[in-house]
């Protein structure tokens, strides 16, 4: 009997007890002759392309300042890429900086910077090349006039480039309600009292926007438009066409309205734009241009789940409704969602996916829209319910993590593809430990490449806090991932999520688009706040080369586990010996078995330990050799190549 | 912690068969892993139920007495899971749970949204703001909140799987909790009941540090610490007025040992450390073990400088950069112009000068020792980057009045900086970042935890004056200067992360007459949308007391010559206290009736932060 009670208390101990295997500080490897397995190196390498606060941008007349050099502005976030058709280069690359920042030379608020870009046929490199522009500008990195064009922006966010033919708008998420919040200092607030703004003689002239005096559109796209004195805030918030070929902008959207936009993508039709703002409630909007190309003449409408024609067309020949195109949509009671980023539509099957990515309590947001007759979509009732919580307007209703949907455009049907998470107050979500590999917060930037011929989804974080499991336990920086998803998945899950590692530690990515060619990804790194050695300290572009060498199998989450699935050896790999499985791609290693594991150097100094995991991310460790140690005490040798 | 039922069971039962027969370590520590868990998340139940309790007398409308006491022991039920609950979610608990009882924006949102204070904190506050009432109506408001809050803090921590690596530097993390935030009366704001709620945050770490002990078989490492917990105890329980207890004493023979044995002890027991779990650098320094050591803080968290064989070069090229007036459009301006070494780095004005003759800055220029440890830089919180904020002085038309395109031209035209940004930076040579990251190599050199009063606590030097020890009591007491101006840095770096740099309203008149509000928005006007809320308006960055005495005139205005003058503006209290109309002053407007003595005593320890080395060493 006690010895029945002693191996059933080990068996408690070993399957059900959250298992804490010591490992020695130090061990002397030559203790050691065990199996070595060799990590290649990864096919994927980075290259910088673009550093902001140290690039030099070739600048235009600008505020009396003759045309001239300066540094280029920060806070990169969007990528719009335009092939070049004559084949003589790749194209041309954009970047958006979402600041507000007062320079003589570029022009105040955000703004963008262009270059061309043409392969290396032999080292596969980009590089960045020489141009003269139309305008007599000569050099590499060029500012994007707006200031001499259609007025300043603020706050470049996202945008859209089109897969039809490259053309691209940046957006300008700046909201703004005033000319004082336009010159910064002074602001709407809660209780609507205005702040004092500094004095003239203030030492902080680097933010705002100088020129506050009346905007006066002159534009032969927009009839209505033609003429029209706006107040200077009123000029900021649209979507905005460029051209990066010539770097000046080509006109503000004032046909879309007028709102916080943050993301859009265009379909294979050259007509249909679908538009994400950036705001609680946030609507799904899109625009349908009368002729394929031509987006000065079309539709705008508010979608609307509950209506049998699903869009609500908003009067957009009247500026007064563009002007307030969130009242129009309020009015016309569209669906609400929370916080609507990034639009990203796959070619070859014409779905739209768009990122939510939530704000935490959203209730004072949208809880009077609701009463003024806008609705919540059924994705957020369904929530509430399950929250216990009487709706979505319900102040303790939270939307932590956001999601991703996907808008099929033939059924008008609009659903979560993937629900942020996993929400860890679902009975059903796993144990913390597995977090860090594992957790969609605050999807943000969104665009869909192929590889291998497969379409996939590129997701990148932003997260709104580090609270709630968005970070790991002992972790509170925020750590924003690079997520690939396969699209041919059904229903996926969090755990068809695979990480990817080659972006600098601690960086904010966003941009995120494919070359053309399929070759590289384009990838912005805002603000990365730690010790990375320059240029990974800036804000920065750079593309991840080697996407064509990528299969889809190499971004299997354990290649050797679903191969022993597939063969049904499940039960044996339990019981085997220890074996590791690296993956050079997503620079893991796989475990066949779960297991704590330590990370010991050559001189068998302990590096790195990971508990109840059968994964573990290296990418943190230098080429050489190490040995990993298992829970058993037994060893592999593990060279990082 | 799953089958958390059959463990119950389980374990005990297995304690029982084991002792005689298992020696094996392994299972030992899981064994230790569970119990701890176990007792979590029976003090999270209690702390739950406790809640649970607090929300039903809060809606019957107890008598407030009734009420208060229901909130003490809510408090203590929190102070029992505080260590662990805060190291899992630190964000979360500050958000809903025990944050300070301040408004804030919400983050990461285009539009501007107020997040009003809630949690036990604040309810600390409402609960004590006036002898015989309260208001019922927000209490219950914010009660139905905190449940549901703790619900759900409830259901993540049980998710968890804690790993002796969490609680080793949840451990740790408590220990500055306590001493910073707990004995000074921040966490108190209303009740000030700091000393009982230390004793059972204290009590709560020595439970789960003693199941190691076991596990020590050699040494006396486990007894010499056990005795450390007791002291503290005995310390903390010995019903000493909130006013008289003796905090230098605490922190020297209690705070300090005990911070340090806990992480000989998990070294002892090879316990894996914060770096070998995670990638990203944190503000403390793991391996320090005393909060006054120099390396208690890790700068290269703060100055985002990259580690390479090239750093002295760069120190140099900062420092010869850092005195150039070739840096400004008029040849007449260096970073030294306001900013001098012999003045610990800063020019003794009210105002700085500007490069516009007859005109000054709108601020003071404060000192650059220690500038480096901050979330945030300028007194408006303006600039997150460290080696960015130049990048203000450079193109501000009443500093250098240029940019860096003009500097580069400039620097280029001279062979010897062509050669030394040549060395420094192979490769690149004169850029906008070898400019602005060279002299922040230079500036964040410019470090000192090196006073009287470290040399004390560090045990170098036997000699503070009785002056001093009882002015530090009271800067962490009775006075409340330390609820702003924390330990170590004594600035407005909140511990114990040390990650948030914190800005506060004081009402600071425009003139010494003290009869009206100085006109500078402060940082509202930091031209970030987040800081766009009224409660910004006037807002300045805390500053650190360090050197103080070397770096007057005082506040962001210069406004006051004398420390004299700047205790008697606190002790009155602040712009309120002055009667003048501050809307959301943070700092309280009550006096703090300090005798003249009191203040005399305050003034000395404040001078005991002086490192008379600076100007030597710079």
């Known amino acids: 009997m006690n010895k029945f009670l002693y191996s059933l208390v080990i068996l408690m101990l070993t399957f059900q007890m959250n298992g804490q295997t010591p490992f020695a500080e130090e061990i002397d490897v030559n203790d050691f002759a065990p199996e070595r397995v060799v990590m290649p190196p990864s096919p994927l390498t980075l290259q910088v392309l673009f550093v902001g606060g140290y690039d030099i941008v070739q600048t235009t007349d600008t505020y009396n300042n003759p045309a001239g050099r300066a540094i280029a502005k920060e806070w990169h976030d969007f990528i719009g890429f335009t092939p070049d058709r004559t084949g003589k280069s790749l194209g041309w690359v954009s970047v958006n900086h979402e600041m507000i920042y007062r320079d003589d030379r570029i022009g105040d608020g955000g703004g963008m910077t262009v270059f061309k870009v043409e392969r290396d046929p032999v080292t596969g490199l980009l590089k960045v090349v020489d141009q003269t522009l139309e305008d007599g500008r000569e050099g590499k990195y060029f500012n994007v006039d707006f200031v001499n064009t259609v007025g300043e922006t603020g706050m470049n966010c996202g945008g859209i480039s089109s897969t039809f033919d490259g053309r691209i708008w940046t957006a300008e998420e700046w909201f703004r309600t005033s000319n004082e919040s336009v010159y910064v200092g002074s602001q709407r607030s809660g209780d609507g009292r205005n702040a004092p703004v500094l004095p003239d003689n203030s030492s902080r002239d680097n933010t705002g926007v100088r020129n506050l005096s009346n905007f006066v559109v002159q534009t032969d796209d927009f009839p209505e438009w033609d003429g029209m004195e706006l107040e200077k805030f009123q000029n900021f918030n649209y979507m905005v066409e460029i051209d990066p070929v010539n770097a000046v902008a080509l006109r503000k959207q004032y046909n879309w309205g007028r709102m916080g936009w943050e993301g859009g993508s265009i379909l294979n039709d050259n007509r249909t734009v679908f538009l994400g703002p950036d705001n609680t409630p946030g609507f799904w909007m899109r625009f349908v241009a009368d002729q394929p190309g031509d987006f000065t003449k079309g539709t705008l409408s508010v979608y609307k789940h509950d209506h049998p024609d699903y869009w609500i067309e908003l009067d957009n020949s009247d500026p007064e409704v563009l002007l307030n195109l969130q009242d129009a949509a309020i009015a016309a009671g569209g669906t609400m969602y929370n916080r609507p980023e990034w639009v990203a539509h796959d070619p070859s099957t014409n779905l739209v996916y768009w990122t939510e990515t939530g704000r935490d309590f959203p209730a004072s947001r949208w809880a009077d829209e609701a009463a003024e007759g806008a609705v919540y979509d059924p994705a957020h009732l369904a929530r509430a319910e399950a929250q216990g919580v009487s709706s979505p307007g319900d102040e303790n209703y939270r939307d932590t993590y956001g999601r991703i949907w996907v808008f099929d455009p033939n059924t008008n049907k609009n659903t979560v593809l993937l629900e942020g998470g996993p929400d860890w107050n679902d009975p059903l979500s796993p144990a913390t430990s597995n977090y860090f590999d594992k957790h969609l917060s605050n999807p943000d930037g969104l665009s869909v490449m192929k590889i291998d011929g497969q379409s996939f989804l590129v997701i990148q974080e932003d997260l709104n806090g580090t609270s709630y499991g968005r970070t790991p336990a002992g972790i509170s920086n925020r750590l924003c991932e690079l997520y690939l998803l396969n699209l041919s998945i059904e229903n996926p899950t969090i755990d068809d999520l695979i990480r990817i590692t080659a972006v600098p530690a601690g960086a904010e990515i966003t941009g995120a688009i494919v070359t053309p060619d399929g070759k590289s990804l384009l990838i912005n790194s805002q603000h990365p706040n730690s010790n990375n050695p320059f240029p990974w300290n800036h804000s920065l572009t750079f593309a991840i080369h080697g996407f064509d060498r990528v299969k889809v199998e190499d971004l299997n989450q354990n290649a050797a586990l679903v191969d022993n699935q597939k063969k049904g050896n499940l039960k044996t790999a339990e019981l085997e010996a220890f074996s590791v499985h690296p993956n050079p791609t997503t620079r893991q290693i796989f475990l066949n078995k779960s297991s704590d594991v330590a990370i010991y150097d050559v001189r068998g100094q302990r590096v790195q330990v990971a508990r109840n995991t059968n994964r573990v991310d290296v990418s943190g460790l230098k080429a050489g050799a190490y040995f990993v140690q298992n829970s058993e005490g037994e060893m592999v040798q593990l060279i990082i190549q | ?433 070898s400019i602005a990251n060279s002299i922040a190599h230079y500036v964040a050199g410019l470090v000192s935890f090196d006073s009287p009063f470290d040399r004390f606590v560090l045990g170098k030097s036997e000699h503070l004056s009785d002056d001093a020890k009882t002015g530090f009591n009271l800067f962490m007491g009775k006075a409340a200067c330390g609820t702003c101006h924390f330990a170590p840095t004594f600035s407005g770096l909140v511990p114990p992360l040390y990650q948030e740099s914190e800005s506060e309203v004081l009402g600071i008149p425009s003139s010494k007459a003290n009869t009206a509000i100085d006109s500078d928005p402060g940082r509202v006007a930091s031209g970030k949308p987040l800081d766009e809320a009224p409660f910004y308006v006037h807002s300045f960055k805390t500053t650190t007391v360090r050197n103080i005495e070397f770096t007057g005139p005082y506040m962001h205005n210069g406004v006051y010559d004398t420390l004299e003058e700047v205790m008697d503006f606190y002790n009155k209290g602040g712009g309120l206290g002055l009667g003048l109309d501050v809307e959301y002053q943070t700092l309280s407007g009550d006096p703090l009736d300090l005798s003249e003595e009191e203040i005399n005593q305050l003034i000395a320890f404040m001078k005991s932060l002086s490192d008379p080395s600076i100007s030597e060493k710079y």
């Not at chain 2, 306590?178 to 020595?206: C, K, M, Q, R, W």
């Not at chain 2, 605490?250 to 300090?256: A, D, G, K, S, W």
């Not at chain 2, 968290?301 to 420092?319: A, F, H, K, Q, V």
């Open chain 2, 1 to 433: 912690m799953k089958n958390r039922i059959l463990l119950i069971i389980i374990v005990p039962l297995a304690a029982l068969f084991l002792n005689a027969h298992l020696n094996d370590q392994k299972e030992a520590s899981s064994m230790i892993i569970s119990q701890i868990e176990i007792e979590f998340e029976e003090n999270l139940d209690e702390f739950k139920t406790q809640i649970e309790l607090y929300a039903r007398a809060a809606s019957n409308g107890q008598p407030i007495q009734e009420i208060r006491e229901i909130h003490r022991q809510s408090r203590l039920s929190f102070k029992k899971v505080e260590f662990l609950l805060e190291y899992l979610d630190p964000a979360g608990i500050k958000q809903r749970i025990n944050g300070a009882p301040l408004p804030k924006t919400e983050p990461k949102v285009a539009d501007l949204n107020i997040i009003e204070p809630k949690g036990l904190q604040t309810l600390d506050e409402i609960l004590f703001e006036s002898p015989n009432m309260y208001d019922y109506k927000q209490t219950q408001k914010l009660l139905v909140l905190l449940k549901k809050d703790v619900d759900y803090a409830f259901q993540f921590a049980n998710k968890i799987n804690l790993t002796h690596q969490m609680i080793f530097e949840a451990m740790r993390l408590e220990l500055i909790r306590i001493f910073t935030l707990g004995v000074t009366g921040f966490d108190t704001p209303g009740s000030l009941n700091a000393l009982e709620e230390a004793y059972v945050a204290l009590h709560a770490v020595f439970t789960v540090y003693q199941k190691y002990i076991p596990m020590m078989k050699e040494g006396s490492l486990g007894s010499e610490t056990t005795y450390l917990f007791n002291k503290g105890l005995h310390q903390l329980g010995a019903d000493v007025p909130f006013g008289n207890f003796d905090r230098l004493e605490f922190l020297m023979e209690v705070i300090n040992p005990i911070y340090k044995n806990i992480l000989l002890t998990q070294e002892y027991l090879q316990i894996e450390k914060p770096n070998e779990v995670r990638v990203l650098p944190s503000a403390i320094s793991y391996e320090a073990t005393n909060l006054f050591s120099p390396n208690f803080l890790n700068a290269l968290y703060y100055d985002n400088l990259s580690i390479d064989s090239l750093m002295p070069e760069r120190t140099e090229l900062g420092e010869k950069l850092f005195y150039d007036p070739l840096l400004s459009k008029n040849l007449k301006m260096s970073c030294s112009t306001c900013h001098d070494p012999n003045q610990y780095f800063t020019d003794g004005l009210q105002k700085s000068i500007s490069s516009i003759d007859g005109q000054t800055l709108i601020r003071n220029a404060p000192t650059l020792i220690n500038a480096v440890y901050a979330e945030k830089y300028f007194y408006d919180l303006r600039e997150e980057i460290f080696e960015k904020q130049i990048k203000h002085v450079v193109t501000s038309h009443k500093e250098f009045d240029t940019d860096y395109v003009e500097i580069m031209d400039k620097l280029s035209d001279h062979k010897e900086y062509n050669e030394l940004f040549n060395n420094a930076y192979p490769g690149m040579g004169i850029s906008s970042h």
